[in-house]
């Protein structure tokens, strides 16, 4: 059955990095993924996501700070996080879906299955 699971949380100080990993299993690395976060109080957002061609979207929040990447011989993606700020604490989930694109990916409602989270604390 279809799981994703993150990895890679961890306390730090603020403009430091972190990078998060999803490990993607028995699911089509060809399909669109998405990362998301849920910050203590409030509703899951989008940070960033990447079309089954590669194409990138990143929330206005993370831009120039983030990277999503994917390795596709392993099956894992990445979110690199740099220049980390208190406000990026979160509960952090990567999410794997078959519909949708452009900007559209940054909404949960277009993922099917979705990991556990990992948590992030800036």
């Known amino acids: 059955h279809v799981q994703l699971v993150e990895s890679g949380g961890d306390s730090v100080q603020a403009g430091g990095s972190l990078r998060l990993s999803c490990d993607v299993r028995e699911y089509s690395f060809s399909s669109n993924f998405g990362w998301f976060r849920r910050a203590p109080g409030k509703e899951r957002e989008g940070v960033s996501a990447m079309d089954r061609v590669g194409r990138t979207f990143y929330a206005d929040s993370v831009k120039g700070r983030f990277t999503f990447s994917k390795d596709n011989a392993k099956n894992i993606l990445y979110l690199q996080m740099n220049s980390l700020k208190p406000e990026d604490t979160a509960i952090y989930f990567c999410?794997?879906?078959?519909?949708?694109?452009?900007?559209?990916?940054?909404?949960?409602?277009?993922?099917?299955?979705w990991g556990r989270g990992t948590q992030v604390t800036v």
């Open positions: 999410a794997a879906g078959l519909y949708g694109s452009g900007w559209y990916l940054l909404r949960d409602d277009k993922y099917a299955y």
